[in-house]
């Protein structure tokens, strides 16, 4: 009994016990659902069911992964656009590309900026549209010209094609006839002529440095056709009682004098001048001496003709103009002494230079100017063609104009002074210039008689006499 009783009692533990077991694996249970729900869905409020609180967070993941599929279905379609953007984008860039090259290749221009809207042709300047008018303007002159074989054509000539240009040069002293002569150079299609660059010297001959440095250089750029560092030529040429200086060479003038800032403009000028096969100077302030420093710089393509005149044609020419009021213009001391120094340096010149440098007499130009054309123009290298011989008829036949008029009777205005100058004043001036006329062949004048008679000559033998034989020719 006693032994039942025990084994009663031990039943009834365990049978507790499991109890307590399942209670706390119930426990376990509802506190793991809670944990799980929590995940899902903290914010729910504790009284809704746990079945609802499940659902619920399964629809909003279903809901959260649409979302996110759209999402994708978004990205997807935008990259397909952005693919899309890139080959349009690729394919206008090509289309620019073609088109810009076909451009350049009609236009003859260069695009830098592709980033810019369709390029356009710049326009022409109004400076460069006067130099492609002058250029075409000689190119039409020099169509019929004789070009000899040293010159082979045009562009061989041009400085801006990088040919060799010509330059001849006149030098002679005041009323000596340069005029004249630079005239008939100046007849030559393709010509560039500088009247008088050494003007802002003044009423002065230059026979020395430092003047001599400031000429030779003044003519050696005006001959390179730079002028960029000629302030002092450019500005005594644009005084308004100078411009005639300017005015002498008519295709400068002529295409600059509507815009006349521009026939001062060094930049314009340098690019005019380099236009032109032929360039031309007469110059009468320089002594003969100083074109040995021409001859020795072999860019300038210098030859120089020595233009004399009878001392007593030269002070009578000279007498009615109140410019020549300078001791170097209005004495003939003065003026004897320089043509003996020319006589001298002629002699050394002509004897180490024979191909560059040429001495003749004004006198003998205006007796024969046809053929002493011909001679002069064949030193020069020149043709003397028809254009040349037209304007030697028109100007050595009659005379019409002024005092500086080049339409005269050729023949008859070297000895005009015979007729207006005094028994008195060609007395004074042979007494300065006996030596001078001696060595240029001059005749004296023994008296009043012979000054008067008509018969008189006052020419001998040239001492630099031209080719007789080429003359007659």
Known sequence: MLLSTRRGCGFNSVKLSLRVIIVLCILLIYVSSRILLSSFSSALPDKIEPNFRIDNSYQKYNHQHDNADDIIDNIIANDRNIVDILEYNESMSTNYTAQISQYQSESGTTVTNTTTAAPTKKPPSMEDMIIDTQRQKIAAEMNDFNFTEEMIGLSSLTPETNGRQIHNIIISTWRSGSTFLGDILNAIPGTFYHFEPLAHFLTAQIRGPPKSTDAINTISELLKCNYTGLQQYLRHSKESGNQFLRAHTVPLWNSCKPHENLCWDPNFLNSFCRLFPIQTMKIVRLRAA????????????????????????????????????????????????????????????????????????????????????????????????????????????????????TFRDSKTVPFLWTRSSTWAEVQRIQSYCAKAMSVWGYKLIDNKKELNSTMFNPLLQNPFAYDADFAAT
């Not at 024969?368 to 028109?394: A, H, R, S, V, W």
């Open 290 to 405: 100083f074109a040995e420093s021409l001859f020795k710089d072999p860019a300038l393509n210098v030859k120089v003709v020595l233009l004399i005149r009878d001392p007593r044609g030269t002070m009578a020419s000279r007498k009615p103009h109140s410019w020549c009021d300078r001791p170097d213009c209005n004495t003939s001391a003065e003026l004897c002494k320089d043509l003996v120094d020319d006589f001298k340096s002629a002699k050394i010149l002509i004897n180490k230079y024979p191909s560059q440098f040429k001495a003749i007499r004004y006198e003998d130009l205006s007796l024969n100017p046809f053929n002493m054309t011909k001679e002069i123009f064949n030193f020069y290298g020149m043709p003397f063609d028809q254009n040349i011989d037209n304007y030697l008829d028109l100007h050595t036949r009659t005379r019409d104009g002024g005092d500086y008029s």
